[in-house]
Structures are given as structure tokens and as C-alpha cells.
């Protein structure tokens, strides 16, 4: 008998996600350990979870999402210009993805967009908000429902 990922099932499993122009954002069909994951706990990006929902363990799946679909379209208002003091003591160039702790102790990924003497500006959108995203995955294991 097929199994199925099913809401409450806790899987291990594999996946890629890029843009449309195969610029890759992560990929861990390489890694030795698969990623686990409990389906509904909101773990990843909602409609990339709703597309793990009965998939068969062992098969390889890949599924096209739209900007809306997946990280959003691009927001200019969450493009800032921050004075360097306010980056951590590390080097870094453009490009470069740095995290910034919040008032509240969460931390928000930024990637630096260009760079000057006094200013960097940040974007701390996704990296691919406002692309079409190929998300390729093989759920390996049902661990537990």
C-alpha cells in the first residue's frame, strides 16, 4: 500500500525551491539529512505546505508557483537604507545576507543591495518574493501522524 503525507503527519523529506530563471534558493537533495517537518504547524510557506498534502512517499514532485502563490510580490517599503552602525561587527559585501535581531529577540534576514561609507541599504524582503518559484520535492519517510 501507497503511503500518503496527510495534516498532522510529521515527514522527513527533500526539497529545491528556485526561480523561474533557475536562480536557486535552497536545495537539499544533497544534504545526508532529510528535512523534517510536522504538515499544518505552518513550518514553511502555507500553499507550499498545502502542496506536500498527499503526495506518495518515495516519488519525486515538482509544482509551480506563482509570485502570490508562494513568497509574495516584491514590497519597495521593506527596502531600507540603515546606518552601518546598526549592522554587527562583520564585514560584508554587496549581496551579502545578513540577520538583524529585533526589539523583541526574533531575528529578520536582510540581503544588502548596495553599500556606500555611511549607509547600506537592506532588503528584507524573500529573496524570491515577486518570482515564479519551482518548489521540486520527494517526501522520503512518515515519521509519525
Request: hydrophobic share 40%; net charge negative; with cysteine.
Amino acid at each position: 500500500m501507497t503511503q500518503t503525507a496527510l495534516w498532522g503527519d510529521r515527514i522527513a523529506l527533500h526539497y529545491r525551491l528556485c526561480s523561474d530563471d533557475g536562480a536557486e534558493a535552497i536545495n537539499t537533495f544533497d544534504d545526508e539529512e532529510p528535512v523534517i517537518l510536522t504538515l499544518g504547524n505552518g513550518e514553511i510557506e502555507s500553499n507550499m505546505e498545502s502542496c506536500l498534502i498527499d503526495l506518495e512517499v518515495g516519488r519525486r514532485y515538482t509544482f509551480k508557483l506563482e509570485a502570490e502563490q508562494a513568497f509574495g510580490l516584491h514590497n519597495p517599503e521593506q527596502v531600507m537604507e540603515l546606518p552601518l552602525d546598526a549592522f554587527p561587527d562583520e564585514e560584508f559585501e554587496v549581496g551579502s545576507l545578513i540577520e538583524f535581531t529585533l526589539p523583541e529577540g526574533d531575528t529578520l534576514p536582510g540581503q544588502i543591495v548596495s553599500k556606500t561609507a555611511t549607509h547600506a541599504t537592506v532588503d528584507f524582503n524573500h529573496p524570491l518574493s515577486g518570482c515564479t518559484v519551482n518548489f521540486e520535492v520527494k517526501i522520503i519517510e512518515i515519521l509519525e501522524a
